[in-house]
């Protein structure tokens, strides 16, 4: 978990290198309009991308570049309003609280049992 870094890791700008280029290689935009990730991943599901010697999460590079930068204070997550994990579509990102995000998951989760 520590080499993906916090929410102050400095985000890859699209012109860096061919992060931009990589990104789009590995997305598949489906039937519901999720740009699904094809990509690596992490041992939680979440799309990399190697990039400055790190690994970053391809949803927040999206929401980066796509949306604008996530402000490093204030706990804050992205969430998957498509509760599709390794979705990069901006449309389907919203930055959200931790809390607000845990609370959403396990909504989703009850309603999946009910
Ligand atoms: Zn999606």
Redesign the pocket.
């Known amino acids: 978990m520590s080499r993906l870094g916090s929410n102050k890791a400095a985000i890859v700008h699209p012109l860096d290198g061919s992060v931009w280029l990589r990104f789009w290689d590995n997305i598949h935009i489906d039937a519901?309009?999720?740009?699904l990730w094809l990509g690596a991943t992490n041992d939680v599901g979440y799309g990399v991308i190697g990039a400055n010697s790190r690994n970053h999460y391809v949803h927040r590079l999206s929401y980066a570049w796509f949306v604008g930068a996530i402000p490093p204070e204030g706990d804050l997550t992205i969430d998957?309003l498509?509760r599709?994990t390794l979705?990069a579509?901006p449309d389907?990102l919203e930055l959200v609280s931790r809390i607000e995000n845990f609370r959403r998951g396990h909504e989703a989760r009850k309603r999946a049992v009910a």
């Not at 519901?32 to 740009?35: E, I, K, L, P, Q």
Request: include cysteine.
């Open positions: 519901s309009g999720c740009w998957h498509c599709t979705c579509n389907h």
